[in-house]
């Protein structure tokens, strides 16, 4: 019983586990290619840049003081791009102000050997079945499209 009880546990988990929460999409450029085209699309979809930081360069403060420590994952560059639309906000602020706690969206593009990497945590996986979950879904299908455009090819799932 026990072991059914497990099984069960780790079959639900899984499930749980398995969930897209984060799009990944690949452009096979590096950052500093692919950066522009980016934004651009973004506003195209009517998403405008608010912010961006240069995540690597701040990090690479730090690579006396962590030694080894240090970038790990050998990533020559991460950057974020705050994103948003007032229009969309205020319609999110409408239907449910606690997932208010999205805006803005980012995406982060990390780059290795060349090739760039955007992650996007997906707003309406988050909002679940919130009143503002369509909204959401709207918003986050603007962002795959700016993706797209930008020459990026994606696929939903957790990234490891």
Request: hydrophobic share 45%.
């Amino acid at each position: 019983m026990k072991r059914l009880l497990l099984l069960l546990l780790l079959l639900v988990s899984g499930v749980v586990w398995a969930s897209p929460v984060i799009y990944k999409a690949t452009n096979d450029q590096p950052v500093d290619k692919v950066y522009e085209k980016l934004t651009s699309a973004l506003e195209a979809q009517r998403l405008f840049v608010v912010f961006e930081a240069n995540i690597g360069r701040n990090l690479s403060n730090f690579k006396e003081k962590w030694g080894e420590n240090y970038n790990r994952s050998q990533l020559s560059e991460i950057r974020s791009l705050v994103f948003c639309n007032a229009w969309y906000a205020n319609e999110v602020s409408n239907r449910d102000p606690d997932m208010l706690a999205l805006c803005p969206l980012k995406i982060t593009l990390i780059e290795k050997a060349g090739k760039t990497t955007a992650l996007f945590l997906l707003p309406a996986s988050v909002a679940g079945d919130s009143p503002a979950s369509g909204v959401l879904k709207e918003v986050q299908g603007k962002v795959k499209a700016a993706l797209d455009a930008a020459g990026f090819v994606g696929s939903t799932g957790l990234t490891p």
